[in-house]
């Protein structure tokens, strides 16, 4: 919906920035709060849902053009396993772009699938580099069910992540 007296262009552009914007500060958050907690089950990645809208609103070039930014980024940031959010950032715009055609993208509980099926598969991907770290049978078991939690909290929190960009009542 356009509102009147806005042309395309504008509104284009105002949406991309809140965009922009939205991502940065959760981005910040990712990297000086959610980074900090003390169990790893609680650091769930809270740009993968954001992969989610920008691929709803997006052509698949410039999603996939956003996830390998972002995806960079997180990549710097965390200092292991470099290639992991890139990746799974890219799997997960493809996803949406794949399953937009026969899902409706603004319903929460498809969001939470589609959110919980690429944190799971971050998380496979993490834990299978992890797996080759040396460590005791406890302490890998405790891992594989920290990464479990993980996955299970990106889901239930990426509706609330995604709802402000795609939300009607945005302010773009």
């Known amino acids: 919906m356009i509102r009147t007296g806005q042309t395309t262009t504008e ?9 922009v914007v939205y991502t940065f500060f959760a981005m910040l958050i990712q990297i000086h709060l959610v980074s900090q907690l003390p169990y790893q089950a609680l650091r769930i990645d809270l740009l993968l849902p954001l992969m989610f809208a920008a691929a709803v609103g997006w052509s698949p070039l410039g999603g996939l053009i956003w996830a390998a930014f972002w995806g960079f980024l997180a990549d710097n940031f965390s200092g292991q396993f470099w290639g992991l959010h890139v990746g799974s ?30 944190a799971m598969g971050q998380s496979v991907a993490l834990g ?4 080759f770290v040396p460590m005791d049978l406890y302490s890998l078991t405790e891992t594989w069910i920290g990464l479990c939690i993980r996955t299970v909290l990106s889901m239930t929190t990426a509706p609330f992540l995604i709802y402000p960009i795609l939300s009607p009542r945005s302010p773009f």
């Open 11 to 19: 509104f284009q552009f105002g949406r991309a920035a809140w965009i």
């Open 89 to 118: 950032y890219a799997v997960a715009v493809c996803l949406v772009h794949m399953a937009s055609e026969r899902f409706d993208c603004y319903n929460p509980f498809y969001q939470m699938g589609l959110a919980g099926l690429c």
């Open 128 to 131: 299978l580099f992890l797996s």
